[in-house]
């Protein structure tokens, strides 16, 4: 398979006879491994890092560095699939130049786009940071750096009221230059609506089957952490499980000292070692 593209995504609409962009999540250098062996078109690099990962309840306490150092450790696998990372909570509300700025570190970390939550209200920074030659992902819907705001991890875009709001701002990101939409947490009539206007793929993450690709948290889809997963997670495996299995056994073959054994040993072969005691 071929290196993937910023512009080979920004085509992939299923409308246009495209089949639909898979993404994974990923945070280190054998989990980009796995991502990329599996075939997907794009790893996110996701602040979702801070939950999944570090055990935090959101993904407000990630730093620009925090995706600096995980961007560098996945982009170490030199996948075929394009490396997108998160511009996490406070590196892109404070005004353009702190964006750009930002932006680039995860550019020479090793991503070859960054992703930017929010509508109209991102527009300004969303543009920037295309002018400085870094393509933007958009990320509209339940955007979990605006859990306060939500009062919690919600459904979004629920009221006709709502849905017209975010249609207005999918329309703004795409005016704004992003070469893809992330859209998580929303009725699927809504997310149809948004695909079918817009001319940049959709990507969804509990967003229905109508979207131009589809996204997941690597740790949801393998079964990997101990949380409940939401209703949009299909989980493909229980890697949690298998792992505990695995690790028991290792644990077993120590105390009973069945661990190691002659395989897993060094040996004087050549018998130059005197007796040491
Ligand atoms: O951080 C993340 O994992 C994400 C995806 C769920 C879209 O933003
Ligand atoms: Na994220």
């Known amino acids: ?93 404070t005004g353009t130049k702190d964006a750009v700025v930002g932006a680039s570190k995860l550019i020479r970390a090793g991503a070859s786009a960054v992703k930017i939550e929010g509508g109209a209200i991102r527009a300004k920074v969303i543009k920037a940071i295309v002018e400085a030659e870094i393509p933007v992902v958009g990320h509209l819907g339940l955007t979990p750096q605006s859990v306060n705001k939500f009062g919690g991890f919600r459904v979004q875009a629920k009221s006709n009221e709502q849905a017209q709001a975010l249609l207005e701002d999918a329309k703004t990101v795409e005016a704004a230059g992003a070469f893809c939409l992330v859209l998580e947490a929303i009725p699927d009539v809504v997310a149809k609506a948004v695909t079918n ?44 499980e298998l792992g505990i299995e695995g690790l028991a056994r290792y644990v077993k073959d120590v105390r009973t000292g069945h661990f190691p054994d002659d395989t897993q040993t060094y040996h004087d072969s050549d018998g130059v070692i005197s007796k040491l005691y």
């Open 1 to 93: 398979r071929e290196r993937v593209t910023v512009p080979s995504i920004r085509n992939s609409k299923v409308r246009l006879g495209h089949e639909p962009i898979s993404m994974i999540t990923a945070y280190d250098f054998p989990g980009a491994r796995m991502v990329d062996q599996a075939g997907a078109d794009m790893i996110l690099v996701g602040d979702s890092l801070a939950m999944v990962v570090l055990g935090h309840k959101d993904t407000l306490s990630v730093t620009i560095d925090d995706m600096v150092h995980h961007t560098k450790a996945v982009a170490a696998a030199d996948p075929l699939a394009l490396i997108v990372t998160d511009m996490p909570w406070m590196s892109y509300h």
């Open 197 to 240: 206007t817009l001319s940049i793929p959709t990507i969804g993450i509990g967003a229905g089957a109508q979207c131009d690709g589809q996204v997941l948290v690597f740790h949801d889809i393998l079964g990997y952490g101990s949380k409940k997963p939401p209703k949009f997670v299909k989980r493909y495996a229980n890697l949690e």
